[in-house]
């Protein structure tokens, strides 16, 4: 099994990142609405990312396999709140990696950094709820279904409602520590 790290995003990775944005069964299944962006507007749009990331509002960890630096994902950390210690996670991963495991390995890591470095308490995610192959990744993962925020995204000609889910840091550590040392 070959190992899962992450690295910062860098200026070329936007290549990939279009990829992926431009990749129809990725797009229907978050609740982002899927735009049509040139190469240079990825560009740009990842520039801005590396000025969120600096400033620390949002952090992007870049998913990558084995030896290789390609990236194969990213996690991103939005809504970082240092006053109440939680954030919000989003994840994409490139279609030929999905399935592998890949995407939790690469959560372990996120959520002890955000968990014992940066001192958050709580990670929260916002899934679609037709989305059932993440809901059940995340539900794998231990995190913790707390309600539906019904009708909040309009997407593909539809209302859909978005089901939150969450994890404390008391809860990672006992599912997830004995990961770490392996890691």
Known sequence: MDKVWLRALEPDDYKYTHQWRTDDATW????????????????????????????????????????????????????????????????????EYRKKGIIQRAWVKVYDYLFSQLGMNRVECFILADNLASRRSHEKFGLVEEGVHRHAIYKDGAYKDLVVYSMLKSEFYPLHGDKLKSA
């Open 28 to 95: 229907s299944a978050v609740a982002g609405t899927k735009r049509f962006v040139s190469l240079d507007t990825e560009r740009r749009w990842l520039v801005s990312a590396l000025e969120s990331h600096e400033k620390g509002g949002v952090l992007r960890f870049v998913v990558c396999v084995g030896d290789n630096d390609k990236p194969v994902g990213l996690v991103s950390a939005t809504s970082v709140d240092h006053i109440n210690n939680s954030c919000e996670l989003g994840s994409l991963l490139s279609p």
